[in-house]
């Protein structure tokens, strides 16, 4: 174990200290003191939310199947979750702007506790409620923060330049490095130091409190333009009208959705499929394994679309084929043990 912890962390600060190396040449513009404070505030806070998001996903399915729930009740648990996200998406900027971008940022840390609060009780009930809340909590994270950072940016006379400079920090951090670490930390909590698979969801919320004491202390209240905003059937038949006037657009749209649809089908078999008969296995070192390649990904990603040459519509193809053949090449295993 001591050579496979080596391993992994040999090969992450690998990965790492090559993206560091090969920054491109918006990562070495000249900025200001009040904007490099502004930007690692914000990167601070955004990096412990994710933690606080991570931490938890390689153990859900796990912890549920520990309390002695079935495949088919713990279907049901993400189900609600990823329901739950669904529709309060819908609502959650427009709220966002009304009531306010920071209000919303700590309204997703005490959501988000509470539903690690729940992962205590093996009470099905409180679980889905805890569900619910996750979802509700993840909808926030993914729209909330930004909409902060893009206003506050803006209200503090920063160069627009620069708010890639964030963005692009944000990424790597938040969906790289952080959920790598993430996995491996959680493993330590539960598998190392034997602390339980409910041992990651305390962690998080940990996690999140510290950022929501940073966003209490540090950051300033905005909020969205009074005169751009429209209640949400307008925004609806807009919407609708952009989808049928416009093909691509439906296209587009169905491409994401399958896409999405596939990966969060693994999202909730993966933990099953790879211990049938309830066998122990490395949970965060199999996530952290995930993230890295997604993180490897992200960066390929980058350089091509960097590349004026290279249409997205090609490699696409290309993305979209091997996803499909690494789906399928669980099923082929499956029907020919051999193979």
Same mark, same amino acid.
């Given at each position: 174990? !001591?050579?496979?912890?080596?391993?992994v962390?040999?090969?992450?600060?690998?990965?790492?200290? *090559?993206?560091e190396?090969?920054?491109s040449?918006?990562?070495?513009? +000249?900025?200001?003191?009040?904007?490099?404070?502004?930007? +690692?505030? #914000?990167?601070?806070?955004y990096s412990?939310?994710?933690?606080?998001?991570?931490?938890?996903?390689?153990?859900?399915?796990?912890? #549920?199947?520990?309390?002695?729930?079935?495949?088919?009740?713990?279907?049901?648990?993400?189900?609600a979750?990823?329901?739950?996200?669904?529709?309060? /998406?819908?609502?959650? /900027?427009? =709220?966002?702007?009304?009531?306010?971008?920071?209000r919303?940022?700590?309204? #997703?840390?005490?959501t #988000?506790?509470l539903?690690?609060?729940t992962k205590h009780s093996?009470?099905?009930?409180?679980?889905?409620?805890?569900?619910?809340l996750? /979802?509700? *909590?993840?909808?926030?994270?993914?729209?909330?923060? !930004?909409s902060?950072?893009v206003?506050?940016?803006?209200?503090?006379?920063?160069?627009?330049?620069?708010?890639?400079?964030?963005?692009s920090?944000?990424?790597?951090l938040? +969906?790289?490095?952080?959920?790598?670490?993430?996995? $491996?930390?959680? +493993?330590?909590l539960?598998?190392t130091l034997?602390?339980?698979?409910?041992?990651p969801f305390?962690?998080?919320?940990?996690?999140?409190?510290?950022?929501m *004491?940073?966003?209490?202390?540090s950051w300033?209240?905005?909020?969205?333009?009074?005169? !751009?905003?429209?209640?949400?059937?307008?925004?609806?038949?807009?919407?609708?009208?952009?989808?049928a %006037?416009?093909?691509?657009?439906? =296209?587009?749209?169905?491409?994401?959705?399958?896409?999405?649809?596939?990966?969060y089908?693994?999202?909730?078999l993966?933990?099953?499929?790879?211990?049938?008969? !309830?066998?122990?296995?490395p949970?965060?070192?199999?996530?952290?394994?995930f993230? $890295?390649?997604?993180?490897?990904?992200? %960066?390929?990603? %980058?350089?091509?679309?960097?590349?004026?040459?290279?249409?997205?519509? @090609?490699y696409?193809?290309?993305?979209?084929?091997?996803?499909?053949? @690494?789906?399928? =090449?669980?099923?082929?295993?499956n029907?020919?043990?051999?193979?």
């Amino acid at each position: 174990m !001591e050579v496979f912890y080596f391993v992994v962390f040999g090969g992450l600060a690998a990965v790492v200290a *090559a993206l560091e190396l090969s920054k491109s040449s918006k990562d070495r513009i +000249n900025t200001s003191t009040a904007f490099t404070s502004f930007k +690692n505030n #914000y990167l601070l806070v955004y990096s412990l939310m994710m933690a606080g998001d991570w931490l938890q996903g390689p153990y859900v399915y796990y912890l #549920y199947s520990q309390y002695g729930f079935g495949k088919g009740d713990i279907g049901q648990l993400f189900i609600a979750g990823f329901g739950s996200s669904m529709l309060f /998406g819908t609502i959650v /900027g427009s =709220l966002a702007d009304k009531q306010g971008r920071k209000r919303a940022c700590v309204t #997703y840390c005490i959501t #988000y506790i509470l539903s690690c609060i729940t992962k205590h009780s093996p009470q099905y009930k409180i679980l889905m409620l805890g569900r619910i809340l996750g /979802g509700i *909590a993840t909808s926030l994270l993914f729209s909330a923060f !930004e909409s902060w950072l893009v206003a506050e940016h803006n209200k503090r006379g920063f160069d627009q330049q620069w708010l890639s400079l964030t963005f692009s920090k944000a990424i790597f951090l938040g +969906n790289g490095l952080i959920a790598i670490l993430s996995g $491996l930390f959680g +493993n330590v909590l539960v598998d190392t130091l034997g602390l339980g698979p409910v041992a990651p969801f305390d962690a998080a919320a940990c996690f999140l409190a510290i950022g929501m *004491a940073i966003i209490l202390s540090s950051w300033t209240e905005n909020y969205g333009d009074p005169s !751009e905003s429209k209640d949400l059937l307008t925004q609806f038949k807009g919407a609708a009208v952009a989808i049928a %006037s416009d093909e691509k657009i439906a =296209l587009l749209g169905a491409i994401q959705s399958l896409f999405e649809g596939s990966m969060y089908t693994f999202v909730f078999l993966w933990t099953p499929a790879l211990s049938p008969n !309830e066998e122990e296995i490395p949970h965060g070192f199999i996530f952290a394994t995930f993230m $890295l390649a997604s993180m490897l990904g992200s %960066s390929i990603a %980058s350089r091509l679309m960097a590349r004026s040459s290279t249409r997205v519509e @090609s490699y696409m193809q290309i993305v979209f084929t091997i996803s499909s053949a @690494s789906l399928l =090449l669980p099923i082929v295993t499956n029907v020919w043990p051999g193979f």
